[in-house]
Structures are given as structure tokens and as C-alpha cells.
């Protein structure tokens, strides 16, 4: 499955494809990031070169898998350096050196910002997800279903 969405996110697949490919590694990521973890290897690449896509849904989607894999607004940058000690010390060194250069510049600044805004609604169990999980959610459980233009009991 993981290799999988990994295919899913690289260049030349439609860009809807790549987009929820990041979209679903995200929404894993937050609620079973235990599965996760152990596939950082086949995942990292893909949604990190993602992160620099000229197509503006395909970058933001992967910037918000890049956090939530890493769990940046829980642990800061505890779990990427653990990453690029154990199965990131493997990558090629320019792009070793452009993923660390990204987590000390972008990544931590968007897992504060993330962190900030979820202090603000109330934290954990305050308001409940933010909204962009909430669509988030909303879009994974509706892939293969029919809209016949009428509430169910998923999106109420």
C-alpha cells in the first residue's frame, strides 16, 4: 500500500491523483502514524520533493503530509532527526542537505504555526479538528462513493 502511494505522488501522475495520495498519507499519518513510521524510507522522498511542486494543491498537500509523518507541531524535530540518523542517512547527500535545510527553515516554522493555531481553538479535544482535517477526512471517505446530491451519514 505504501509503495503504492508513493507511485501515486511522483511527477506525471494527474495531478488529483498525487494530490490525494498526499492527502490520504496525512490523514494515516494522524491517526495510525505507528504504521506509518516504519515506511518513512519508500514515503520521504516522494512527498518531499513534492513540497517544491510548481502546482500549488500538490505542494500544500505535501507540506501538511511532510508535518504530519514527521509529527512536527507534537515533537518538534525529534522524529526527523531520528529519520536522517536511521533510514535517511541512506539519501543521496544534496538531498540530504535540501530535506535537513527545509525542516530547519520551512517545516519547524509551520509546525509552530500549526501548534499556535491549535493552542488557540482549545488544543487537543477544544474545538475538534481544524478545518483543513476535517475536509481532509471528508474527501478520503467519499472516494468511490456516488453524490446523489443528499446527506448521509458521513458528511451529515
Known amino acids: 500500500m505504501f509503495e503504492a502511494l508513493a507511485q501515486a505522488i511522483q ?24 504504521l506509518v513510521r516504519p515506511h518513512l524510507s519508500v514515503l520521504v522522498p516522494p512527498v518531499f520533493a513534492s513540497v517544491r511542486d510548481p502546482v500549488i494543491p500538490v505542494k500544500l498537500s505535501a507540506e ?3 508535518l504530519t509523518i514527521f ?3 507534537d515533537e518538534e524535530s525529534a522524529v526527523f532527526d ?4 536511521s533510514q535517511g542517512a541512506n539519501l543521496q547527500p544534496n538531498l540530504k542537505r ?3 535545510d527545509y525542516f530547519k527553515r520551512v517545516a519547524l516554522r509551520l509546525g ?5 493555531r491549535r493552542e488557540a481553538e ?13 475536509e481532509d477526512e471528508r474527501e ?4 468511490g462513493m456516488v453524490d446523489h446530491g443528499e446527506a448521509n451519514f458521513r458528511n451529515g
Open 11 to 34: 511527477p506525471g501522475q494527474p495531478v488529483d491523483v498525487r494530490r490525494l495520495a498526499l492527502v490520504v498519507i496525512r490523514t494515516l499519518s494522524r491517526h495510525q502514524n505507528e
Open 98 to 100: 535540501s530535506m535537513q
Open 140 to 143: 478520503v471517505w467519499s472516494v
Open 112 to 116: 509552530g504555526q500549526a501548534r499556535e
Open 71 to 73: 509529527s512536527v507541531m
Open 122 to 134: 482549545g488544543g487537543y479535544g477544544g474545538l475538534g479538528l481544524s478545518s483543513d482535517e476535517k
Open 64 to 66: 501538511a503530509a511532510f
Open 82 to 85: 531520528k529519520y536522517m540518523a
